[in-house]
């Protein structure tokens, strides 16, 4: 299947001469674009059976709507794919009837639609859903470790090396503590604090799932028909949320695409800063 894959980046122009030995260039409405069926274009320095990529859900759909087909690449490429959910599902209820089954409901069906992506390392933290601003901070008010805690804690125990997070340019409030939180985290589990060995996470992408991203994807990714054609069936998994189905079929209508944005590491120079401006 990996033969099948095509992937493109959009670069600028120092970046152009780096991965043009990836795939061919072209242009587009004035920006470079490299394409080819090199997964370098999406994961630069890419190491096979070294990826460890870590796709982070605000809810147990997210991560089959807005990468479902990069997480199937993942593993056509030889990585790792965890799939780590940050919230309970308790609101995703559709009648009174399952209010108090939900959630195991809605975890046996995030597990069936996650076989069907050959991924079966799922990662709970179950947080209450609809209120993770009471958990998105270091530790809760009761004393015991928060959100970011947590989440650094899973990306160290996994040494995760790339992350893929739903863009917070979206009203719920889940999906903006969760990019948050996993900016910060990013960062965090690259170094000691909170005990722990650090792990190296070499890209964070941003993956949109209802809304578009607020500056343009520099990465899309289309898929072969086999992975398409799992991603619905996945995105079908979850058929106690009735409105499942429209969502299949615009991503149906849509194709076997995927785009993403790549979100720098920070790097504040001072001195770059000045240079740059005065």
């Given at each position: 299947?990996?033969?099948?894959?095509?992937?493109?980046?959009?670069?600028?122009?120092?970046?152009?001469?780096?991965?043009?030995?990836?795939?061919?260039?072209?242009?587009?409405?004035?920006?470079?674009?490299?394409?080819?069926?090199?997964?370098?274009?999406?994961?630069?320095?890419?190491?096979?059976?070294?990826?460890?990529?870590?796709?982070?859900?605000?809810?147990?759909?997210?991560?089959?709507?807005g990468a479902g087909l990069l997480s199937q690449a993942v593993s056509s490429f030889g990585g790792q794919a965890y799939f780590l959910v940050v919230t309970?599902?308790?609101?995703?209820?559709?009648?009174?009837?399952?209010?108090?089954?939900?959630?195991?409901?809605?975890?046996?069906?995030?597990?069936?639609?996650?076989?069907?992506?050959?991924?079966?390392?799922?990662?709970?933290?179950?947080?209450?859903?609809g209120n993770l601003a009471v958990y998105n901070t270091i530790t809760t008010p009761d004393g015991k470790p928060g959100f970011h805690m947590e989440l650094t804690r899973a990306?160290?125990?996994f040494g995760v090396t790339r992350v893929i997070v739903p863009t917070f340019n979206y009203d719920h409030p889940d999906h903006k503590y969760t990019n948050e939180a996993v900016r910060i985290c990013v960062f965090h589990a690259g170094t000691d604090i909170w005990g722990g060995r650090p792990t190296d996470i070499r890209t964070l992408l941003e993956s949109a799932v209802y809304r578009p991203f607020i500056l343009p994807p520099d990465i899309g990714i289309v898929s072969p028909q086999e992975a398409f054609t799992n991603k619905l069936k996945s995105i079908h998994a979850f058929a106690s949320q009735k409105q499942i189905k429209s969502l299949a079929d615009r991503v149906r209508k849509s194709g076997p695409y995927e785009n993403f944005l790549s979100i720098p590491a920070p790097d504040y120079s001072p001195g770059k800063l000045f240079d740059r401006y005065f």
């Open positions: 299947m990996a033969d099948t894959w095509n992937f493109r980046r959009r670069v600028n122009d120092e970046e152009a001469d780096r991965f043009s030995r990836h795939g061919q260039i072209f242009f587009k409405e004035g920006k470079t674009v490299v394409s080819g069926s090199d997964i370098n274009l999406v994961f630069p320095g890419w190491k096979g059976e070294e990826e460890h990529v870590l796709f982070v859900a605000p809810h147990d759909d997210d991560n089959h709507l309970d599902g308790r609101n995703g209820f559709c009648t009174q009837e399952e209010k108090s089954l939900i959630y195991e409901i809605r975890k046996n069906e995030n597990i069936a639609a996650s076989r069907i992506l050959g991924i079966d390392r799922i990662i709970r933290l179950d947080y209450e859903d990306m160290r125990e």
